[in-house]
C-alpha cells in the first residue's frame, strides 16, 4: 500500500503540463492488439493503469515497451492465453479486452474487473452488444466467456443507457466484423473520438463518433502507418484547474483542450474565477472571493461525475452553500467522509452533496477510496495546515501522471511512500 504525504499551507505557482487522457490510453491499448502491425502511441500518462495493462500484453505474447511518454505495441505474435486475474481486477478498463479479443479470436475469457469503487458498474449493456453482433455469453462465478462461433456480423445495437464503456466495446468487437454496425445513443465522450481516430487511421471505417449515432462497417485488417498522440487529459486538467483556483498565486495550465472542458470552466467562472482560456492552455490567477454554485453530474457534455470531487475543496472556499447532484454515480461519496476528517463541512444525504464555507482545513490521516476521492483530498491536504497522510494512494496513482513530481514543480511539499516508508518519485 501506498500512502500520499502532504504539508499543506504552500501557495503554489508556476506551470503544469497535462498528460494524455486515461480513459482514451486505456481503450487504446486493448485496442492495439486488433492491428496487424505494431502500433506506437505518444504522450502516454505515466500511470499504474497503463503498466497493470502492460502485464495483460505480456501474458499474450504482445511485446510492450514504455518510455519517456512513448508506448510501443507489438501484437504481431499474440497468443491466446490466460489473463492474469490481478491485473485485470486492479482496473476498470480492463473490459476492453473483451471487445478486443473477441474482434482479433472470436472468443475471450475474462475475469470481471475492478476499477473504482464508486457504486453499481454492471456491463449489462456491454453483454447486450456482443450478443447483437453474433456472441454466445456464458458466466461462471467471477468469469465471462464469449464465443462467436460463426464470427461477428454487424447488427443495429440500440444502448438502453448511455455508457463510455459499452460503445467503446461494442466498437472494438464491431471494427472487424462481418457487414455494417449501428450503435444508438452512442456516449459521446471525447475518448471515444480519440479511440476511433486510431482505428480510422489504420483502415477502420468508424462515422458519426461525437454523435449518439455510430456506424461501422467492418474492415479485414487494421494496419498503423503512424504514431498516434492522445488527447489530453480533461479530468487531470479539471483537477488542476480547481486546485489552481483554491491555493494559486497564478498557474498556467498547458496541454488542454478547452472545448472538453466547457461545463467544468464555466462553473469556475461562474464562481469568480476570472480563467484566462487560450487554444490550448489556460491561466488561472490568484482568487480569493468565490460564489457558491450547483452543479449536476451527466454524461458528455454535461459536467462530469469524474470532476465532482476534485471541485469540493474550491467549493469550501465559497461564501455560501454548494451542491452536487452525481445522476451518474449516486453513491460515488468516498471523498465525503475523509473531508470531513480535515474538518470540511460537507455532507451527503440521498444522492446529494452539500459543501458549506468553511474556514480552516487541518492535516489529517485519510484514505482515498477511489481516484477522484484522492484528487479532492490532495487539493484538501494542499489547503490545510499541517500534515496529511493519504492512505491507498494507489488509487490516485492509477489514474494521475507523474502527480508527485507535477504538484512539486508548482512548490507543494508531497511525497510518497509505499509499506516500508521508502521515498518514491
Ligand atoms: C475507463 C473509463 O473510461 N472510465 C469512465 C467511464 O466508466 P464506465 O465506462 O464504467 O461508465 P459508463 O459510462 O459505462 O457508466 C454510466 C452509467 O451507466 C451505467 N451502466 C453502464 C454500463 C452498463 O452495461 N450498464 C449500466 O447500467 C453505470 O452504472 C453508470 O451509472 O465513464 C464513467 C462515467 O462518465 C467515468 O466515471 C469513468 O471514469
Ligand atoms: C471512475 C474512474 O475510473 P475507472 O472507470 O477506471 O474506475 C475515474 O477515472 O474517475
Do not use: C
Not at 29 to 55: E, G, S
Request: hydrophobic share 40%; no cysteine; glycine share 8%.
Amino acid at each position: 500500500m501506498k500512502r500520499m504525504i502532504i504539508q499543506g499551507g504552500n501557495r503554489l505557482s508556476g506551470e503544469v503540463t497535462i498528460g494524455g487522457a486515461k480513459n482514451s490510453t486505456v481503450a487504446l491499448i486493448p485496442a492495439a492488439i486488433l492491428a496487424d502491425t505494431p502500433v506506437q502511441f505518444d504522450t502516454v500518462p505515466d500511470i499504474l493503469d497503463v503498466h497493470n495493462l502492460m502485464i495483460i500484453l505480456k501474458s499474450m505474447n504482445v511485446k510492450s515497451e514504455f518510455s519517456h511518454g512513448v508506448l510501443d505495441i507489438d501484437p504481431t505474435q499474440i497468443i491466446e492465453a490466460e489473463l492474469p486475474s490481478k491485473a485485470i481486477k486492479s482496473l476498470r478498463a480492463s473490459y476492453y479486452f473483451m471487445g478486443s479479443l473477441l474482434g482479433r479470436f472470436h472468443r475471450a475469457t475474462l475475469t470481471f474487473p475492478g476499477g473504482d469503487n464508486i457504486g453499481p458498474r454492471p456491463i449489462d449493456q456491454h453483454l447486450k452488444a456482443f450478443k447483437a453482433l453474433g456472441a454466445t455469453v456464458s458466466e461462471n462465478g467471477g468469469t465471462v466467456h464469449l464465443e462467436a462461433q460463426n464470427g461477428l456480423h454487424g447488427a443495429r445495437i440500440f444502448m438502453d443507457m448511455v455508457s463510455v464503456g459499452a460503445t467503446i466495446n461494442a466498437i472494438l468487437a464491431a471494427v472487424r466484423a462481418e457487414g455494417t454496425t449501428v450503435i444508438e445513443n452512442a456516449a459521446r465522450e471525447p475518448e471515444i473520438i480519440d479511440l476511433a481516430t486510431f482505428l480510422n487511421n489504420m483502415g477502420a471505417k468508424i462515422r458519426g463518433v461525437g454523435t449518439d449515432t455510430i456506424r461501422i462497417t467492418g474492415v479485414n485488417t487494421l494496419q498503423s502507418m503512424n504514431t498516434h498522440t492522445i488527447i489530453a487529459d480533461r479530468i487531470e486538467s479539471g483537477t488542476y484547474l480547481s486546485l489552481a483556483a483554491a491555493l494559486g498565486d497564478g498557474v498556467m495550465i498547458h496541454n488542454v483542450i478547452p472545448e472538453h472542458l466547457e461545463s467544468f470552466t464555466s462553473k469556475m467562472i461562474e464562481m469568480g474565477v476570472d480563467l484566462q482560456i487560450d487554444s490550448d492552455r489556460i491561466y488561472v490567477p490568484k482568487t480569493t472571493k468565490f460564489k457558491p454554485i450547483h452543479v449536476k453530474t451527466m454524461p458528455y457534455p454535461g459536467f462530469a461525475t469524474d470532476l465532482q470531487q476534485p471541485l469540493t475543496p474550491l467549493m469550501s472556499l465559497a461564501e455560501g452553500d454548494s451542491v452536487i447532484v452525481d445522476t451518474i454515480y449516486p453513491k460515488r461519496v468516498k471523498h465525503v467522509p475523509e473531508l470531513q476528517k480535515m474538518g470540511m463541512q460537507i455532507e451527503a444525504h440521498d444522492g446529494t452533496i452539500v459543501v458549506k464555507h468553511t474556514a480552516a482545513l487541518h492535516g489529517a490521516n485519510v484514505s482515498a477510496g477511489e481516484i477522484r476521492a484522492g484528487a479532492a483530498l490532495t487539493i484538501a491536504g494542499l489547503m490545510a495546515d499541517g500534515t496529511t497522510v493519504i492512505n491507498n494512494a494507489g488509487n490516485i496513482l492509477r489514474g494521475y501522471d507523474r502527480i508527485v513530481w507535477k504538484l512539486n514543480r508548482l512548490h507543494a511539499n508531497v511525497s510518497i511512500e509505499d509499506d516500508t516508508s521508502v521515498k518514491i518519485s
